[in-house]
């Protein structure tokens, strides 16, 4: 059966649950930014998973997979060794893990129709863009971990049902699999869930310290105990944790717009491995991009945006022309101005002016 986004009529949804219990579930964080990643824990570590699991690379992630029965994977968009597609399709083929289904959220500040079309016919179940909505991502851990949507098995896809929408068929059914019983995500695919009723998931396999070495252990809160909150405390606690992680942010920040200087003088240097140093000031730009939008500094993540976009540039060896070294730089200056100056207002005449020169900049040299 062809599954296609554009169908005719809206399947009707169920409501989602005022209350969930997260103490049962474990969650693996993969983003190769250590801010991004040490940020997110901290949101889960509020809404108070039971088990939280975290690391930069692909590799690890599918270490500590195979060691535990992991519920639940937030990941990046841009993920290495492999890129978050080889990920979740390695993930949906391999029968060695506990729990092959589990639900993948993409979480990331690339929100391109290419990538999400991309993202979903790899398996994703969904797919969020920065800056970060605490109700938002709540309610995508409550829709994919009480109402998973059905998993299907077929010649030429593994993965949650990609069909949206719901419109009559009389064909013959082509898919291996199509039952919304055969899915074990967090033991609560049968559970009836009704708007007011908590959800309390069923516990993970028992985890083998010494295989899962990357695993970061939870401590116990000091807080309020949320296992009965509604969702409504839940995403106070979640807001709590960003407005704790903001005074840090900028030191972040600094320190990856320093690198990206660094990188800029280690490219002008003779035999300077030129494709691999635009990695890494890509690979920054990104990180600048990413969390600005969350930490009101939309700003930011324009102009690493428009520096991700530039680097990114069909020739990397004309990165050795000064001219084009000078708009990197120039990136980086009002980068730093942006933070320096705690500027957030995108609608600033200054801030408008600032961008509209580096979008002329980046234009003249579009095609080389």
């Not at 009704?194 to 028992?206: G, H, L, M, Q």
């Amino acid at each position: 059966m062809n599954e296609s986004l554009a169908q005719s009529e809206v399947a009707p949804q169920p409501a989602l649950p005022k209350k969930i219990n997260l103490r049962k579930i474990t969650i693996l964080i993969v983003d190769p930014n250590e801010f991004a990643r040490t940020f997110i824990r901290s949101i889960c570590r509020n809404l108070h998973f039971g088990n939280i699991l975290t690391t930069g690379n692909t590799t690890e992630a599918f270490d500590l997979l195979r060691a535990n029965k992991v519920q639940l994977i937030v990941c990046d968009w841009e993920l290495q060794p492999q890129t978050s597609i080889d990920f979740v399709k390695k993930i949906r083929l391999c029968d060695q893990l506990p729990n092959s289904d589990v639900p993948v959220i993409i979480l990331t500040s690339t929100g391109s129709p290419e990538a999400i079309v991309a993202a979903r016919d790899a398996g994703v179940d969904d797919y969020l863009t920065r800056p970060i909505v605490m109700r938002r991502l709540l309610d995508s851990f409550v829709s994919v971990l009480c109402m998973p949507r059905i998993y299907v098995k077929s010649k030429t896809y593994i993965g949650p049902c990609r069909r949206r929408k719901k419109m009559p068929f009389n064909g013959t059914e082509r898919r291996v699999t199509s039952s919304a019983a055969n899915r074990n995500v967090a033991g609560v695919a049968s559970v009836s869930c009704k708007p007011d009723e908590k959800i309390a998931v069923a516990t993970p396999a028992p985890i083998d310290e010494k295989a899962a070495a990357p695993s970061v252990a939870v401590p116990e809160e000091k807080e309020a105990d949320l296992s009965d909150a509604s969702i409504d405390e839940m995403e106070k606690a979640g807001e709590a944790a960003i407005a704790s992680e903001s005074d840090n942010y900028s030191k972040v920040r600094l320190d990856d717009i320093a690198e990206i200087f660094n990188l800029v003088r280690a490219i002008k240097q003779p035999d300077a491995p030129v494709k691999d140093i635009l990695e890494g000031i890509y690979r920054k730009s990104l990180d600048v991009k990413g969390m600005g939008n969350t930490f009101g500094f939309p700003l930011l993540t324009k102009v690493g945006d428009l520096l991700c976009g530039f680097v990114r540039g069909p020739n990397p060896d004309s990165f050795k022309v000064l001219a084009k070294l000078q708009v990197v730089e120039t990136h980086a200056i009002i980068m730093k101005m942006i933070v320096d100056s705690n500027m957030h207002d995108e609608k600033d005449e200054l801030a408008k002016e600032l961008i509209g020169e580096l979008e002329e900049m980046v234009a003249k040299f579009k095609n080389t």
